[in-house]
């Protein structure tokens, strides 16, 4: 994820700092876009946090997988209290950094939730994971691991 979020900070649920090339090296990366205000993103973000509780949280090797929110609130706050209340302990751009907007841009997000899936480079592997989590639940990864052509070594 070097070449999408290099050189930044992300937040976890409490507040932490994290650099994103350390959290996100050797991942897939799922780009989450929500808010708490959204209907659907409160539906689906319970879904979301299971999926990855189920593949991130185990006794087990820990699946290379990892969030990142990428909120569309209308406050620090907001984003926030949404994180408190439905997320699992998965990542968040800041609020207050820009390159939220961008993100948007770059994967083409005109509505909300959307759930992107991406290589290290960036390079989208879907633009419907939302869509492949609530259909095929944990078996998504393993075609994600396979499209990101890093991962050859997890036995899921």
């Known amino acids: 994820m070097v070449d999408v979020l290099g050189g930044r900070h992300l937040v976890t649920c409490k507040g932490a700092a994290v650099e994103a ?3 996100l090296q050797n991942k897939v990366v799922a780009l989450y876009f929500a808010a708490a205000r959204c209907a659907p993103s409160r539906d689906f973000t319970p879904l979301l946090c299971d999926f990855y509780t189920a593949l991130v949280a185990e006794e087990r090797r820990p699946a290379p997988f990892e969030v990142v929110f990428v ?11 949404f994180m408190r ?4 302990a998965w990542l ?6 820009p390159y939220r907007h961008e993100l948007r841009k770059r994967y083409n997000v005109t509505a909300i ?3 992107v899936i991406v290589k290290q480079n960036g ?6 994971g939302r869509k492949q989590i609530r259909e095929r639940g944990l078996t ?4 994600w691991l396979e499209a990101a052509d890093v991962f050859q070594n997890f036995s899921g």
């Open 92 to 97: 968040a751009l800041p609020f207050h950094d």
């Open 85 to 88: 209340e439905l997320h699992g």
């Open 123 to 128: 390079e989208v592997i879907t633009n419907k």
């Open 113 to 115: 939730p959307k759930l």
């Open 71 to 81: 909120s569309a609130d209308g406050s620090a706050q907001e984003m926030l209290d």
């Open 140 to 143: 998504c990864l393993q075609s």
């Open 21 to 23: 090339e350390v959290a």
